[in-house]
Nanobody, 129 residues
Framework: QVRLAEAGGGSVQAGGSRKLTCAISGQTQVSYCLAWFRRAHGTEREAVAAIDRDGSTSYADFVKGRFTISKYISGNFMYLQMNFLKPEDTGTYYC???????????????????????WGQGTLVNISS
């Protein structure tokens, strides 16, 4: 098992930037598919970005060109750099993981939330216009 803990949420003006961090602890010697999700008020949780064990990344269309997912495995961290933030990016952001051996792919897709086994508690990001 792994434990995930997000940090870095807060209030940002539209057009600004914010970097979220996910600290990963526990059984980190196992390969995982790692991802960021978000949930806006009254909406379903949606996948934002994913990073595979080989470092390959994928993004939801609504963040392409603005957000960057990365990881620092030696230090057991995953990041989400968010630039050109919009009010519609407001929501609670979660990091999540699933053992790579248990999922055929590690890409952003519909239903990805159902495949993740481990979740952080979430961090709130509020974008003001």
């Amino acid at each position: 098992q792994v434990r995930l803990a997000e940090a870095g949420g807060g209030s940002v003006q539209a057009g600004g930037s914010r970097k979220l961090t996910c600290a990963i602890s526990g059984q980190t010697q196992v390969s995982y598919c790692l991802a960021w999700f978000r949930r806006a008020h009254g909406t379903e949780r949606e996948a934002v970005a994913a990073i595979d064990r080989d470092g390959s990344t994928s993004y939801a269309d609504f963040v392409k060109g603005r957000f960057t997912i990365s990881k620092y495995i030696s230090g057991n961290f995953m990041y989400l750099q968010m630039n050109f933030l919009k009010p519609e990016d407001t929501g609670t952001y979660y990091c999540a993981a699933v053992r790579r051996s248990l999922t055929p792919t590690c890409v952003v897709k519909a239903g990805m939330s159902d495949t993740m086994d481990f979740w952080g508690q979430g961090t709130l990001v509020n974008i003001s216009s």
